[in-house]
Structure formats: structure tokens, C-alpha cells
């Protein structure tokens, strides 16, 4: 899997050093929403390289707990990062699904807690980033189509 980033004018962590040097899949929205979509095989490999390192108090670091928050994800079709890769950090991601059963990316947003407390998660948020999910969805399969 290759991870790009891209961040905004305003991001909560620009200066600092990009948080994917190490890959942790598993402390960041957006990689919670990847792990629950991609291959079983494809995920083992990931977990079984990386681990599930402590960031943060509130990092998952078992398995259990981990397919549990797995499962959510595919239920709900968002990822939440509480907190669990940076303190003050709180982040939602959706999932980017490309042809067949792949996936191809998640998009997220990331914003101090004090600006996404969590019912603006499920009452606002998690229907934009799905949208938005969804729109490069569509954009990056018709592209895959006509460019064949």
C-alpha cells in the first residue's frame, strides 16, 4: 500500500514531520478506514510489519480490540481516530473503494477536539466525508474505465 498525504493551508500538523514515516494504520482514521476494507491477507501483512505500537493513551494495541473497531467501521462506512495518534487530535475518515471489493485510500479530516467533539463527528461530518468519498470514488473508476 502507498500512502500519499496532502494537507492544507491551515493543517493541525504542518511543520512537523510527516506522521507516516512509521506506518500506523491502526492509530489514524484514515488508516482504521483502509485496514477494515482492504484484503484480509493484505491486512495481516500490514499488522504482522508494523504492529500495534502506543501513541497515545487511548492507541488500541491489541487484536481483538482492533477487528472490533474493524467491524464498526465496515458497519458505519467511517473510521474515528479519538485521540489515538496525537493527544488533542480527533479525526474521521471514509473509505475510498475502487473496482470490485478494493480500496484504493480513505479521506480525512483531522482537527483539535475542542473543534470536532463527537457528536459533530456522527451528526455533520461523517456524512461529508463519505460524500466526498464517494465523489472520487466515482471520478477515479470512470477514469479507470475510459483510460483502458
Do not use: C, W
Not at 43 to 58: C, D, M, V
Amino acid at each position: 500500500i502507498e500512502i500519499s498525504l496532502a494537507r492544507g493551508e491551515e493543517a493541525v500538523r504542518r511543520g512537523l514531520p510527516p506522521v507516516y514515516n512509521a506506518p500506523v494504520f491502526h492509530t489514524t482514521a484514515n488508516g482504521k478506514a483502509i485496514l477494515a476494507f482492504v484484503e484480509e491477507e493484505t491486512k495481516e501483512k500490514i499488522l504482522e510489519k508494523h504492529g500495534l505500537p502506543q501513541r497515545t493513551p487511548n492507541t488500541i494495541t491489541d487484536r481483538e480490540t482492533l477487528e472490533a473497531e474493524l467491524k464498526t467501521v465496515r458497519e458505519r462506512g467511517y473510521a474515528i481516530n479519538d485521540e489515538e495518534e496525537l493527544e488533542g487530535l480527533r479525526g474521521i475518515a471514509a473509505p475510498i473503494h475502487g473496482e470490485g471489493d478494493t480500496v484504493e485510500g480513505a479521506v480525512a479530516i483531522d482537527a483539535p477536539v475542542e473543534k470536532m467533539p463527537e457528536e459533530r463527528i456522527h451528526q455533520g461530518l461523517a456524512e461529508q466525508v463519505i460524500q466526498t468519498a464517494n465523489v472520487i470514488q466515482v471520478d477515479l473508476n470512470m477514469t479507470n474505465r475510459t483510460s483502458r
